[in-house]
């Protein structure tokens, strides 16, 4: 069974936020949301101050808190692992926004863009069904099933990958099949120490760390 993942080593992210414009660009999402965003955190004290920087997003979970809750059934997990959304179900009722624990979903009553109008490319990829009701990142789940359509191989090659991972500068991002044992992820994974974000919540995230220190 196939179970689509992704990884983010902490250690080569630069914090160039590449990803999050990519997301943009590639959804048209609207100013103030972000699909794909990257966290930048601190520690220690002067003078020994060190900063990680951390994408997140949907974590696309193994139990969602999100599809709980949702009282249209307009929040669903495919097989592959991919949670989505239909948005002609959705009723705009944001409980999902409110159970996720990750901040990952959003909800834009009115369309909004960059510069006050619509600039070309968000008026082709402006998509009205997307107005009052939840969206989030989808692992660009468009591109993987028309790859797979293809006999591409989501992770490897880039026509079947998510945006986020094509545009990051550092290879930082990484995405594939975490079942399958020889896929890219699983090797790494299998070959760092690695983490995911409020594992102890029980959500099975779909996102995994690559991290060094405890």
Known sequence: MTRWAMVADLRRCVGCQTCTAACRHANATPPDTQWRRVIDMETGEYPQVSRVFVPVGCMHCEDPPCMTVCPSTATRKRDDGIVTIDYDLCIGCAYCAVACPYQARYKTDRASFAYGEAIESEAQRFDAARLAVATKCTFCVDRIDAGLEKGLTPGVDPDATPACVNS???????????????????????????????????????????????
């Open 168 to 214: 990051c500068i550092a290879a930082a991002l990484h995405f594939g099949d975490v079942e399958d044992p020889q896929s890219n992820v699983s090797r790494l994974l299998e070959e760092n120490r690695n983490f995911r974000m409020h594992e102890e919540l029980g959500t099975g995230p779909g996102f995994y760390y690559l991290w060094d220190d405890e």
